[in-house]
């Protein structure tokens, strides 16, 4: 029986799994794409880092939407869980989390022992979500590694009044179309953004010191200023930001 | 009124209903002997006589209208009035509520859609006028009616849904309205409550021909108490540890006291269900094996769910004991008053909760979460009832604050569109793992 446990995360943009030794040090990662046949997919992805790392009999536990799909999980637990115990994992204090995944957008109180003591999160629209920029950027041919740069260096935010991604793609267009500066176009988005998230998280702003920020979207600098800016506070990005579900599933005692 | 169509609806209100109704029980005896269990927990033996009054009451009314007077009312109105007029009372919410279970409710909501009723209405409204429009029902055929009969006590939808019926069927409409109490109940606004209730007497006896009574409005009146007390006590023994019934058994059994309040058969019902409550609590039996956690329920329920949830709360040891729906409808009816049915009746049906403030809700949320020993709060945020829903994050918050563990959830009590069963489950899956 290896001490190595294996935890996936079946997220609705991105499969991620970690590998972690008995101390809870991250072993080996892999993150791809969510393929439509989630459950080969998981059982592929396993497979490859039980390969790498020689995790052979390692329980899994998987999480995300997909995760009553994966074979031979020895334990399925929710996304929300799982966050917590992984950011617990990674920083050791409580305090709000903010995940900022591709259809979802999750603020998650982290208990003084990592435990959930309330979470909220966007209903039935991708409005605050990865997706929104997913939409959006390519409109603005705005690389996602140059975000921060046209983030900072915009001389004010050109206002993006709608949160939808919908609508704001359109209301882009029209922006655009009256010569506004892309840099300009960049930092309202991001700034609708960080009003979305702070209207998400609401009162549970109120009961926490400080403000944390995981999920695929914690990469984009932009976001992380902008929130920052929105809160006047910083925000601290956890390490492995894209990772934390699943590193909170492989620790979940099996 | 023709004396052929009062046989018919005689004959089926006192021998076809109740002999279906046991039809329904040697099926299910039968289905037993052949070894067919049903999962989950225990049904209770009340439901059989729940399922044979219900069928008696849509199959009588299918002959209702020629024999007897028909009258379509809100919920909240006061009904007790109607009963010394010998009227056949039907309920469009309760019978939405039947569309929604049998999931028929979106396909007649539908038909409301495409007439021009907006998506924002109330599914309950929807349903209820796109059966209008179609005359399609699960329960065979609805009455016509002679009057329709509204109270603003639940919502102000009421009176444009209300309106609409009376354009599509040209039928009188009476409204009843019920200032909302902001504060502390308000006598003047009682009183002028009591003086619309007088009003509706009056027209009551005109469509029936029938003259006011007030010995026999009195006699109602203590019926309607007494069921209303027995209805108490049913929901009081979920307070037992583990309960022996849960909301969701509440959800299903709250349809005599709302449909036939007032009405000797509704008394007797109660009785028998209490009965079978005591029976079940002094020998111990729980509706849910392993009851770890005890949540009060705020809000309709989602009827097209009611089975899933249920099923789903209780493989984790979760069991809803208490609901603010089903308590509505023992919190004020014991103040009736067969001594003074008008004024009586003012107060019950100006002081329900949800025609209250703010101040109220919470305080009753956290009484009934105190009294019941629940341990956290669920707040189905229903996209149908607006004035129901608004005001749930603040009560979250106050509730949290109490020590509560407390998860609004988005839904719908009939429009399945408006839900989303993968993302509800695993709000409901994160919610039960925060208490471990």
Same mark, same amino acid.
């Given at each position: 029986?290896?001490?190595?446990?294996?935890?996936?995360?079946?997220?609705?943009?991105?499969?991620?799994?970690?590998?972690?030794?008995?101390?809870?040090?991250?072993?080996?990662?892999?993150?791809?794409?969510?393929?439509?046949?989630?459950?080969?997919?998981?059982?592929?992805?396993?497979?490859?880092?039980?390969?790498?790392?020689?995790?052979?009999?390692?329980?899994?536990?998987?999480?995300?939407?997909?995760?009553?799909?994966?074979?031979?999980?020895?334990?399925?637990?929710?996304?929300?869980?799982?966050h917590?115990r992984g950011?617990?994992?990674?920083?050791?204090?409580?305090?709000?989390?903010?995940?900022?995944?591709?259809?979802?957008?999750?603020?998650?109180?982290?208990?003084?022992?990592?435990?959930?003591?309330?979470?909220?999160?966007?209903?039935?629209?991708a409005?605050?979500?990865?997706?929104?920029?997913?939409?959006?950027?390519?409109?603005?041919?705005?690389?996602?590694?140059?975000?921060?740069?046209?983030?900072?260096?915009?001389?004010?935010?050109?206002?993006?009044?709608?949160?939808c991604?919908?609508?704001?793609?359109?209301?882009?267009?029209?922006?655009?179309?009256?010569?506004?500066?892309?840099?300009?176009?960049?930092?309202?988005?991001?700034?609708?953004?960080?009003?979305?998230?702070?209207?998400?998280?609401?009162?549970?702003?109120?009961?926490?010191?400080?403000?944390?920020?995981?999920?695929?979207?914690?990469?984009?600098?932009?976001?992380?200023?902008?929130?920052?800016?929105?809160?006047?506070?910083?925000?601290?990005?956890?390490?492995?930001?894209?990772?934390?579900?699943?590193?909170?599933?492989?620790?979940?005692?099996? | 009124?023709?004396?052929?169509?009062?046989?018919?609806?005689?004959?089926?209100?006192?021998?076809?209903?109740?002999?279906?109704?046991?039809?329904?029980?040697?099926?299910?005896?039968?289905?037993?002997?052949?070894?067919?269990?049903?999962?989950?927990?225990?049904?209770?033996?009340?439901?059989?006589?729940?399922?044979?009054?219900?069928?008696?009451?849509?199959?009588?009314?299918?002959?209702?209208?020629?024999?007897?007077?028909?009258?379509?009312?809100?919920?909240?109105?006061?009904?007790?009035?109607?009963?010394?007029?010998?009227?056949?009372?039907?309920?469009?919410?309760?019978?939405?509520?039947?569309c929604?279970?049998?999931?028929?409710?979106?396909?007649? +909501?539908?038909? %409301?859609?495409?007439? =021009? #009723?907006? &998506? /924002?209405?109330? *599914?309950?409204?929807?349903?209820?006028?796109?059966s209008?429009?179609?005359?399609?029902?699960?329960?065979?055929?609805?009455p016509?009616?002679?009057?329709?009969?509204a109270?603003?006590?639940?919502?102000?939808?009421?009176?444009?849904?209300?309106?609409?019926?009376?354009?599509?069927?040209?039928?009188?409409?009476?409204?009843?309205?019920?200032?909302?109490?902001?504060?502390?109940?308000?006598?003047?606004?009682?009183?002028?409550?009591?003086?619309?209730?007088?009003?509706?007497? +009056?027209?009551? %006896?005109?469509?029936? =021909? #029938?003259? &006011? /009574?007030?010995? *026999?409005?009195?006699?109602?009146?203590?019926e309607?108490?007494?069921?209303?007390?027995?209805?108490?006590?049913?929901?009081?023994?979920?307070?037992?540890?583990?309960?022996?019934?849960?909301?969701?058994?509440?959800?299903?059994?709250?349809?005599?006291?709302?449909?036939?309040?007032?009405?000797?058969?509704?008394?007797?019902?109660?009785?028998?269900?209490?009965d079978?409550?005591?029976?079940?609590?002094?020998?111990?039996?729980?509706?849910?094996?392993?009851?770890?956690?005890?949540?009060?329920?705020?809000?309709?329920?989602?009827?097209?769910?009611?089975?899933?949830?249920?099923?789903?709360?209780?493989?984790?040891?979760?069991?809803?004991?208490?609901?603010?729906?089903?308590?509505?409808?023992?919190?004020?009816a014991?103040?009736?008053?067969?001594?003074?049915?008008?004024?009586?009746?003012?107060?019950?049906?100006?002081?329900?909760?949800?025609?209250r403030?703010?101040?109220?809700?919470?305080?009753?949320?956290?009484?009934?979460?105190?009294?019941?020993?629940?341990?956290?709060?669920?707040?189905?945020?229903?996209?149908?009832?607006?004035?129901?829903?608004?005001?749930?994050?603040?009560?979250?918050?106050?509730?949290?604050?109490?020590?509560?563990?407390?998860?609004?959830?988005?839904?719908?009590?009939?429009?399945?569109?408006?839900?989303?069963?993968e993302?509800?489950?695993?709000?409901?899956?994160?919610?039960?793992?925060?208490?471990?």
């Amino acid at each position: 029986m290896s001490a190595l446990r294996i935890g996936i995360d079946l997220g609705s943009t991105t499969t991620k799994a970690v590998v972690l030794d008995a101390s809870g040090k991250i072993v080996a990662t892999a993150l791809e794409r969510s393929e439509p046949r989630a459950g080969d997919q998981a059982q592929r992805m396993i497979a490859e880092l039980v390969r790498k790392t020689g995790a052979e009999g390692a329980p899994v536990i998987a999480t995300g939407y997909g995760r009553k799909l994966v074979p031979g999980a020895s334990k399925v637990v929710t996304e929300i869980t799982c966050h917590a115990r992984g950011v617990f994992a990674q920083l050791g204090r409580a305090g709000l989390l903010i995940d900022m995944g591709g259809q979802d957008t999750k603020a998650i109180l982290v208990d003084g022992t990592g435990r959930v003591a309330d979470f909220a999160m966007n209903d039935k629209c991708a409005a605050g979500t990865g997706r929104f920029l997913e939409v959006i950027l390519p409109r603005l041919q705005a690389p996602w590694d140059k975000l921060r740069g046209m983030y900072q260096s915009a001389p004010e935010a050109v206002q993006v009044s709608s949160t939808c991604t919908v609508f704001a793609e359109s209301e882009v267009i029209s922006l655009l179309a009256n010569g506004q500066a892309v840099e300009g176009i960049v930092r309202g988005l991001h700034d609708a953004l960080a009003e979305r998230v702070v209207a998400l998280a609401g009162r549970m702003l109120e009961m926490s010191k400080e403000v944390m920020l995981s999920g695929g979207v914690a990469n984009n600098g932009a976001m992380v200023d902008a929130l920052g800016a929105r809160l006047g506070a910083p925000v601290t990005v956890v390490p492995e930001p894209s990772h934390v579900g699943a590193i909170g599933a492989a620790l979940t005692p099996p | 009124m023709s004396l052929i169509r009062r046989l018919q609806y005689e004959a089926a209100d006192r021998l076809a209903g109740p002999m279906l109704g046991r039809y329904g029980r040697l099926r299910a005896l039968a289905r037993r002997s052949r070894g067919k269990r049903r999962a989950g927990p225990p049904q209770l033996q009340s439901t059989r006589k729940l399922k044979e009054l219900l069928t008696t009451h849509y199959l009588a009314g299918r002959y209702a209208d020629g024999a007897v007077p028909v009258a379509w009312v809100t919920s909240g109105f006061p009904v007790e009035i109607l009963r010394p007029f010998g009227f056949h009372v039907v309920y469009p919410e309760n019978h939405a509520a039947l569309c929604a279970v049998q999931r028929q409710g979106v396909q007649l +909501a539908q038909v %409301a859609e495409q007439w =021009g #009723v907006p &998506r /924002d209405t109330c *599914a309950y409204a929807r349903c209820d006028i796109g059966s209008t429009l179609a005359q399609m029902t699960p329960v065979g055929r609805i009455p016509r009616p002679d009057v329709l009969l509204a109270c603003t006590n639940i919502c102000q939808t009421v009176v444009y849904w209300y309106r609409t019926l009376a354009s599509l069927l040209n039928v009188p409409l009476f409204v009843i309205d019920t200032p909302y109490q902001y504060g502390e109940p308000d006598a003047h606004a009682e009183r002028f409550v009591a003086r619309q209730i007088e009003e509706a007497i +009056a027209l009551c %006896a005109r469509i029936s =021909g #029938v003259e &006011r /009574d007030d010995g *026999a409005l009195g006699l109602v009146a203590r019926e309607a108490k007494q069921a209303s007390e027995l209805w108490g006590e049913c929901l009081a023994y979920a307070k037992r540890k583990p309960a022996p019934w849960s909301g969701f058994d509440q959800f299903i059994h709250i349809g005599p006291i709302v449909t036939l309040r007032g009405l000797p058969e509704c008394t007797a019902y109660y009785r028998m269900l209490r009965d079978e409550l005591s029976e079940r609590a002094r020998l111990g039996i729980a509706v849910v094996e392993n009851e770890k956690h005890r949540l009060v329920w705020d809000n309709l329920p989602v009827w097209f769910e009611l089975r899933e949830m249920s099923q789903l709360l209780a493989r984790e040891g979760f069991n809803i004991v208490v609901t603010t729906y089903t308590n509505g409808w023992a919190e004020t009816a014991p103040m009736f008053d067969e001594h003074d049915p008008i004024g009586s009746a003012a107060r019950v049906y100006s002081r329900v909760f949800i025609n209250r403030g703010m101040g109220h809700r919470t305080a009753l949320l956290r009484s009934l979460a105190k009294e019941w020993g629940c341990d956290g709060v669920l707040l189905h945020s229903n996209r149908s009832c607006k004035p129901y829903s608004v005001g749930q994050l603040d009560l979250a918050s106050q509730l949290t604050r109490d020590g509560l563990r407390t998860l609004v959830l988005d839904g719908d009590h009939l429009d399945s569109r408006s839900y989303s069963k993968e993302q509800a489950e695993g709000r409901l899956s994160a919610f039960m793992e925060s208490f471990a």
